[in-house]
């Protein structure tokens, strides 16, 4: 990590309590970045070593990118990443928390000609409420427009839950765009340096561009949710039912370490109790 102020200016924390999206830029060092990209790159290239698909060949989803999760639990080498005390840290403060636990890292390799990532909240696909919960998006390579650069809705974090988006399908007749609550405002794309990071709220619409590049768009994010945060509806989710989270319940577990404040050594992952399967590891039903 970079001489980056551990304590955020009040601008950069207005303004993502403003907007639900702010970019802190310089965050990771050249060679801390090239690094952790190579250490995702093997496990991204690990996952995804059986499937010889041509992109157009895949599903409208993971024509949007190819996703990988929990690869902190997979690689000691991305560990670091996921588990970076310093980027746990700024998440705290923007969220306003004492303390955020570890929700889920994940790669989200655009590549070439991948289509645009549907517009979406991300807290209404979980069963969490409005808890608060932030995403790092970690791009490893510097992102302009023509890469697939994300976009968010400035101050939609405020409108609280919309209708779920089925990401999975290009043709969703619901585009959240267009739903009243945001009053016709339109995303703003933020191209973003590699060692900047895009920090954007769970309830913030956002959405990313096409890849119309030749390159692969590389980027992690890590989410943190407030280590305070209740289940609050049944609906099937892979940490909270690995660790026997009922509604109600405060989440907790090895599997959502606690990460700020910093823990004095990097967490260990639980036991991998899934298959593989693809680039994921599922719970077996
Ligand atoms: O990287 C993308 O294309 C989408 C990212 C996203 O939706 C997220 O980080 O919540």
């Not at 932030?134 to 427009?145: C, G, H, K, T």
Request: proline share 7%; hydrophobic share 40%; glycine share 8%.
């Amino acid at each position: 990590m970079n001489e980056f102020p551990l304590t955020l200016d009040d601008a950069i924390v207005n303004s993502f309590r403003d907007d639900g999206f702010v970019v802190t830029p310089g965050v990771l060092s050249g060679s801390d970045l090239d690094r952790y990209a190579a250490a995702v790159d093997i496990e991204v290239a690990n996952r995804t070593a059986d499937d010889d698909r041509e992109l157009s060949e895949k599903t409208t989803y993971e024509q949007s990118f190819i996703q990988c999760m929990r690869l902190w639990e997979t690689s000691a080498e991305v560990r670091p990443l996921s588990c970076h005390a310093g980027l746990a840290g700024i998440a705290a403060q923007l969220l306003g928390v004492a303390s955020v636990r570890l929700w889920q890292d994940q790669a989200l390799y655009k590549e070439p000609s991948g289509r645009e990532t549907t517009a979406h909240q991300d807290e209404t696909f979980w069963p969490i409420g409005e808890e608060p919960l932030v995403s790092a998006w970690i791009p490893f390579d510097d992102v302009r427009l023509e890469h697939g650069a994300m976009a968010y809705v400035a101050g939609s974090h405020k409108v609280g839950s919309l209708r779920v988006v089925d990401i999975t399908h290009g043709s969703e007749p619901y585009d959240i765009l267009q739903d009243p609550a945001l009053e016709g405002r339109e995303p703003q794309f933020v191209e973003v340096d590699a060692g900047s990071v895009i920090w954007h709220h769970g309830m913030t619409v956002h959405q990313a561009a096409a890849n119309t590049s030749q390159q692969t768009r590389r980027a992690f994010t890590v989410v943190y949710i407030s280590s305070a945060a209740r289940r609050v509806k049944e609906w099937p989710t892979y940490p909270l039912d690995r660790e026997g989270i009922k509604v109600g319940e405060t989440m907790r577990g090895d599997g959502m370490p606690v990460l700020w404040p910093a823990p004095k050594q990097l967490p260990v992952p639980p036991e991998l109790i899934g298959e593989k399967t693809g680039p994921q590891y599922k719970v077996p039903k």
